[in-house]
């Protein structure tokens, strides 16, 4: 499922408010903050998930910005991060240059 949530960012704390989740987040400067709020997003939808609740539908209504305040939303995948936090191993043998070996060798 893919969707894109109004998120207002705080210019000059950083800090991230998503209102369809009722999360904060924070970053080091507003690409950041875009960034986070995504991670926060996907991580917080498919942990709803895997305790038996639904993700919430985007609003797609943006909040009234406030002064020092940034109103924009954000896309997520949420089956890319359901595949990112997938840990199972899977073994690959693969072919690799010659230097890339010689310095793996080196490097133990």
Do not use: W
Not at 35 to 51: H, N, T, V, W
Not at 53 to 60: G, L, Q, R, T
């Amino acid at each position: 499922m893919k969707g894109a949530y109004p998120v207002i960012i705080n210019k000059e704390t950083l800090v991230v408010y998503v209102p369809d989740f009722d999360i904060s987040t924070q970053g080091t400067d507003i690409e950041n903050c875009i960034e986070m709020a995504r991670e926060a997003i996907g991580l917080s939808g498919i942990s709803l998930e895997d305790i038996g609740k639904s993700i919430p539908k985007p609003s797609y209504e943006l909040p009234i910005a406030e002064k020092d305040k940034l109103v924009t939303f954000v896309d997520v995948d949420f089956a890319y991060y359901r595949q990112i936090e997938d840990n199972k191993m899977v073994k690959r043998n693969c072919t690799i240059p010659n230097y890339l070996n010689v310095i793996s060798e080196k490097a133990g």
